[in-house]
């Protein structure tokens, strides 16, 4: 019984973590999103530059978050393997 009760507590463990991680992802994508319209403002105001740089880096972001997601997804349902 102590062998399902380790399996069962490493599968929380590591779901937890990875949960935390696409969260902290999800948020700097976000971030980069809210830095690129702060910079398009500024830039506007001066005349210069697009904030194209925080835009990718909330795409990378928020591509890296699906993936994950969609990973988890093939992992589960048995259909797909």
Request: with cysteine.
């Amino acid at each position: 019984m102590d062998i399902k009760w380790d399996a069962l507590g490493q599968v929380f463990v590591i779901s937890l973590a990875v949960s935390v991680v696409v969260v902290a992802v999800f948020s700097l994508g976000a971030l980069a999103l809210a830095a690129r319209q702060s910079a398009r403002q500024s830039a506007q105001e001066r005349g210069t530059g697009t904030g194209a740089g925080g835009l990718a880096a909330a795409v990378l972001c928020f591509t890296a978050c699906a993936a994950v997601v969609l990973y988890g997804i093939y992992l589960i349902v048995p259909q797909f393997h």
